[in-house]
């Protein structure tokens, strides 16, 4: 059955947010503190010439929405430039800490929330515009963001979801027609390059920082009035603070995993960029893994520390909610349940660790520490050369069982794609992976699983085709060009990211030469 859809003209919107919690009381827009409230209403800033550059038709359909033509009432809409009937525009305010530190106030720079609507299921969807001009919170900055930002949230946000990833939602690209000034490398050249703003889609946009912010103030009574209603409307059955807070915990820990399992690294994992519903947050200088490499990080302004890089993201999202646990101290009071919601936090990323890990490699559940080391240890062994993780892991599978039991060399030919060196593993690493590819095909044959349900199971674990940056970097390079037709093949293959579309093989190799070194196609700056 095909729904009529509707315009976004059309949609009635809500303000939950809005109705339900204070609002500054101020009218003035300039960056400033803001006290006793958890958002700002602020109008967006309208752009020169908006322009729909990219639509999801997926998110589209949940809404209930159309397509919108390249320039109508929609798009105005998307851009900022006409407030439709019903929607109270507002930005939130938060803090956070950043790289270990803490921040101070920082808020929706240029993150502008419209208005809510209720998706085809009934439910509540939050619309919110980034890049849509500034508010009390952006400090010294502009509210805008540039079109290569904008185009890799649009299409990491569709890529996360269909890769079964929690994720917020991006409905659409809207170029502004508006120049932006940015210093791309901070080397004291900055350039104008094309603004554009993405419409995010998500429950709620509430972060860690929002709580954190509250206790840094000492405003306990608002405190709690925010904890009471995200309750209340996003954790229906959660009865006690001490349970939401473990819920959190579980719910991140499961986002880890996930990231972990993919290759996803998220780049900037401050406390301000933590979602509080578990969800993938604010995209920025993320990346996939490609030679696999537990301390590779995509961020060029965490090179140093490597705080935020693939390894460590799990330490840093219980780092992170120990920060969250400090802000809700005053409401929970009991250090011991505080506590017992971090074990959660590590217990459920220990299963949930060993669960992905048996799936990715085709092998039944073990609880032996010994045989989850010998497990763990194949992303050490396969630092030892440059080896691209997607390829590997979804080759796997093709790996044959019998030959490998057999120590037989052949067993390695279905992973020769995935070696950088284009020859497959040199000779000494060949051997040190076929004594464990030996290993892995014993645990295979005890299992007695049947081939065929083996192989699906690893394929719906193992994506073939993730969204690395040299390609989201070519999407961004011809939509600056006016061409978006790259953007929409990407859109299109990671609809289906665990299927084999052979429309898309070209899609599905290692980072080519060329882009090793280039600019957004490997590591990337923060400024966007
Ligand atoms: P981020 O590191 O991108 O998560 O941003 C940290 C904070 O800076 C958030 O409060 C953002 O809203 C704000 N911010 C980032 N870029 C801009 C910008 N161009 N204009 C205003 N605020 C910004
Ligand atoms: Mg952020």
Not at 215 to 238: C, K, M, Q, S, Y
Not at 349 to 365: H, I, N, R, S, Y
Request: net charge negative.
């Amino acid at each position: 059955m095909t729904r009529t859809l509707r315009r976004l003209d059309e949609v009635e919107f809500d303000n939950l947010f809005v109705r339900s919690l204070p609002a500054d009381p101020s009218g003035v827009m300039r960056s400033r503190q803001v006290r006793d409230a958890s958002y700002t209403l602020t109008m967006p800033t309208p752009v020169a010439a908006p322009a729909l550059l990219g639509w999801s038709d997926a998110l589209g359909a949940q809404l209930g929405l159309s397509r919108p033509a390249r320039c109508d009432a929609a798009v105005e809409a998307l851009a900022g430039n006409r407030i439709l009937p019903g929607m109270q525009p507002y930005a939130a305010r938060y803090g956070g800490h950043q790289f270990g530190n803490w921040a101070g106030q920082l808020g929706d720079g240029r993150a502008i929330t419209l208005g809510e609507m209720l998706d085809t299921a009934g439910q509540r969807q939050e619309l919110q515009l980034k890049g849509a001009g500034p508010t009390p919170y952006s400090r010294r900055a502009d509210g805008r963001a540039v079109l290569r930002s904008s185009m890799r949230e649009f299409l990491c946000s569709e890529a996360m979801f269909h890769l079964g990833i929690p994720t917020t939602r991006a409905l659409s690209l809207v170029g502004t027609g508006d120049q932006v000034v940015r210093d791309m490398f901070y080397d004291g050249h900055p350039e104008y390059e094309p603004g554009a703003i993405v419409c995010r889609v998500a429950p709620s946009f509430v972060r860690f920082g929002h709580f954190e912010i509250l206790l840094a103030n000492e405003e306990t009574d608002l405190l709690r009035t925010l904890a009471d209603w995200v309750i209340e409307h996003h954790f229906p059955g959660i009865t006690s603070h001490a349970d939401w807070f473990a819920e959190i915990c579980r719910r991140t820990a499961t986002l880890m995993v996930h990231w972990m399992r993919v290759g996803f690294v998220h780049g900037v994992m401050n406390t301000d960029n933590m979602s509080i519903l578990g969800l993938t947050i604010d995209y920025g200088p993320y990346g996939w893994l490609e030679g696999v490499d537990m301390m590779w990080t995509p961020n060029t302004t965490d090179a140093q520390g490597r705080r935020y890089c693939y390894g460590r993201q799990p330490q840093i999202a219980y780092w992170n909610l120990t920060r969250l646990a400090a802000a809700l101290a005053p409401l929970i009071n009991d250090q011991q349940a505080l506590d017992a919601a971090l074990t959660g936090f590590e217990q459920t990323f220990a299963d949930g660790w060993t669960q992905m890990l048996a799936d990715k490699l085709g092998l039944p559940v073990s609880a032996d520490e010994a045989e989850q080391d010998m497990r763990s240890q194949l992303f050490l062994l396969l630092q030892a050369e440059e080896c691209d993780f997607t390829l590997f892991f979804r080759r796997l599978a093709q790996v044959p069982v019998a030959q490998a039991l057999t120590g037989d060399p052949a067993a390695l030919e279905p992973l020769h794609e995935a070696f950088y060196s284009g020859t497959g593993p040199g000779t000494g690493h060949a051997a040190a992976l076929l004594g464990w590819l030996q290993q892995w095909a014993r645990r295979v044959q005890d299992g007695n699983e049947p081939d065929a349900a083996r192989i699906a199971r690893m394929n719906a674990t193992n994506p073939k085709y993730v969204l690395r940056n040299w390609l989201a970097q070519r999407a961004i390079d011809d939509a600056a060009q006016g061409d978006t037709a790259m953007m929409e093949r990407l859109l299109q293959m990671m609809r289906r990211p665990y299927d084999e579309q052979p429309e898309f093989e070209d899609l599905a190799g290692r980072r080519p030469e060329w882009a090793r070194n280039k600019p957004g196609c490997s590591a990337l700056s923060c400024s966007s």
